[in-house]
């Protein structure tokens, strides 16, 4: 029910190495959210955009992410130097009146 | 503490009924969704309830209590198919804010 795309769907990187997903919301949708999901099924909030700005970021994201969501382009996440820890999926999802789709994610796994 | 509370796993039969069980204690309320979750996949949208009571939607319902930090979905006439993780997540601010989930409950249909 979802139109939300997410590409890639599968990213492999070494340690160290820069890691970017991205995410097209669903037309309409005024605001774009990316979780991190562990293998313990546990999401973690990373941070969302309302247009092209940042509403709310947790700290880790902000010093080791770059997003961004420029008006006619894709919204992405770009995890800078990639660690062990950061093997996740990674869940896009934009927003209407208070309900949230989710994209198919983008599974990473850092060796 | 603050959080979203649901039970690990659940077991029922094809053709009867699971209910799926959400507590939650947050610092806000606007809203709970349900979303059910297959393996390596992201999360259906499933529901969304603000209001108290039971909100019928054929083959998932879903009820509230607001007073009681309570919510639960319930399958009707399961299927083999309905085995997957069911997610619980509270929006506690209005406006665009990041959802709080629980673990998921992992329903097993047996034949």
Known sequence: NSKVIQTPRYLV???GQKAKMRCIPEK?????FWYQQNKNNEFKFLINF?????LQQIDMTEKRFSAECPS?????????SSEAGDSALYLCASSL???????PGTRLLVL | ???VEQPAKLMSVEGTFARVNCTYSTSGFNGLSWYQQREGQAPVFLSYV????LKDSGHFSTFLSRSNGYSYLLLTELQIKD????????????????LTFGKGTVLLVSP
């Open chain 1, 28 to 32: 309409g949708h005024p605001v774009v």
């Open chain 2, 50 to 53: 603000v209001l108290d009571g």
């Open chain 2, 83 to 98: 085995s997957a993780s069911y997610l619980c997540a509270v929006r506690p601010d209005s406006g665009y804010n990041k």
């Open chain 1, 50 to 54: 309302q247009n092209q700005e940042v």
């Open chain 1, 13 to 15: 990187k070494g340690q």
């Open chain 2, 1 to 3: 503490g603050q959080g």
């Open chain 1, 72 to 80: 006619n382009s894709p919204c992405s996440l770009e995890i800078q």
């Open chain 1, 97 to 103: 009146q208070g309900t949230q789709y989710f994209g």
